[in-house]
């Protein structure tokens, strides 16, 4: 959540980031913040005000009873049993500023950073960078993108693939648990297995520490990273024990770093992470889901990177050249995107997406965010390093993007690489899967 340092000392550009974010009632909100911790901080104050007076008080009246002055020190400690009971009051009246605050903090968001394109949903964004023709920033927007790779040749859709050779069961998905959580089978299974393999041995060429963290987290996880409250209704919870099924390993893995200080020689700090992620989807239907396009139950590798406020942009920048160059390795024609501020998420400050083309669909299709979230998270996290110089402590910037996600890498290779005899196996999986066709 934005600290009340930025809200304050940066009042102007909070507001004007939020309104980028279209976010509605952006003064209001951020005038409430700073009247809610008036009132904690008044309460702070008459507090102290109060305890010094006590204080006082016990000092008098020990020298009263010293000099046999028994009934002035008598008054004396109904006088400090009276301000004892204001102060317990103002405690609670502090407390219930405090907690009022922090839940209003979070239901603002994080603010764009100023590179970050005006616009108020999809069409707007930027196509920053693709490898079917050189990009112009601020002129290349997804609603005037005309440069598809469609070769006028009618092709199978994944789903039509997958059932000619049986590598996908969707049928018996539904049948075992509920649609969008599909079986995988054969070579099917094998080029999931390959994808993953290969994700997490460029991963660790990249110097990414591979982690395996749990697939579910308690409320404290899911509210450090920001998915709690504002994503509650599209996370799995398991009621009984009041924990949640992860909807991305950034979840777990950049907990690992909650209320912990970092020493500054030991960023940034890179993570990967092979997880299974479940996000309810709850409304989604339409061809637009259909197949792999959107699953309640999916494979991901995750990269998550701690950082320094002064090497978090380079940082970025790392992590977007890893993931576009996942992309160049399985010769998928991509293209990538600079979210607007209306459609960038809850907790991002900058956020790019990556999208490969689906042929047989005619359309694209995200495979990957990649984001910086300033220090946004990790003031929810407690996440703090010190800094080599001061030896003060620092809120860090925390960093994730997938790196990728399955299914729609998947549909691309099945539906961009399908031939007469089969489907063509990007020359980066073969060693992994064992094969060069899929037949």
Not at 99 to 119: F, M, Q, R, S, W
Not at 140 to 163: F, R, S, Y
Not at 168 to 176: E, Q, T
Request: charged share 30%.
């Amino acid at each position: 959540m934005l600290t009340l340092k930025q809200i304050t000392e940066e009042y102007d550009r909070v507001v004007s980031g939020l309104e980028k974010k279209n976010f509605k009632g952006a003064k209001e909100a951020v005038d409430k913040a700073i009247n809610i911790d008036k009132a904690r901080r008044d309460a702070q104050t008459q507090l102290d005000a109060i305890l010094a007076e006590s204080k006082k008080f016990a000092a008098e009246i020990g020298k009263m009873m010293k000099q046999g002055m028994k009934e002035e020190a008598e008054k004396a400690k109904a006088e400090v049993a009276k301000l004892k009971t204001v102060a317990a009051e103002l405690e609670q009246k502090k407390a219930a500023a405090q907690d009022e605050l922090n839940a209003h903090l979070c239901t603002i968001p994080n603010i764009p950073y100023d590179e970050v394109p005006e616009g108020i949903c999809a069409e707007d964004n930027w196509v920053v960078k693709s490898n079917l023709k050189e990009c112009v920033l601020g002129q290349d927007t997804v609603g005037n993108w005309d440069c598809n790779p469609d070769n006028g040749e009618a092709k199978l859709p994944h789903w039509e693939l997958a059932k000619k050779y049986n590598l996908i069961d969707f049928d018996l998905g539904v049948k075992i648990t509920g649609a969008g959580f599909p079986v995988y089978i054969g070579k099917g299974a094998r080029l999931q297995r390959a994808l993953i393999n290969f994700f997490l041995a460029e991963a660790g060429k990249a110097g990414y520490t591979e982690i395996i963290p749990p697939t579910v987290v308690n409320q404290a996880s899911g509210y450090g990273t920001g998915q709690l409250p504002d994503k509650e209704g599209q996370m799995y919870h398991c009621n009984l024990d009041d924990l949640y099924l992860i909807p991305t390993a950034e979840v777990p893995v950049t907990n690992i770093y909650r209320d912990v200080i970092l020493d500054e020689k030991d960023l940034p700090i890179k993570n990967c992470a092979y997880t299974q992620c479940f996000r309810r989807e709850a409304g989604s239907y339409g061809k637009e889901v259909r197949g792999l396009n959107r699953l309640h139950e999916f494979s991901k590798i995750e990269i998550v990177r701690i950082d320094t406020p002064q090497h978090s942009k380079e940082s970025h920048k790392e992590m977007l050249e890893h993931v576009e160059g996942l992309l160049k390795k399985l010769e998928l024609p991509y293209r990538i995107l600079r979210l607007c501020g209306g459609d960038a998420s809850f907790t991002s400050a900058i956020c790019y997406d990556f999208e490969v083309y689906s042929e047989a669909q005619h359309r694209w299709l995200e495979v990957s965010s990649v984001s910086n979230f300033d220090t946004y998270q990790a003031n929810r996290l407690k996440c703090r390093y010190r800094n080599a110089e001061t030896k003060k402590t620092e809120l860090c910037h925390t960093l994730n993007g997938s790196a990728l996600a399955l299914p729609r890498i998947v549909a691309a290779i099945l539906e961009n690489n399908q031939t007469e005899n089969g489907i063509k196996v990007p020359a980066a999986l073969v060693p992994y899967m064992g094969c060069d066709m899929i037949d």
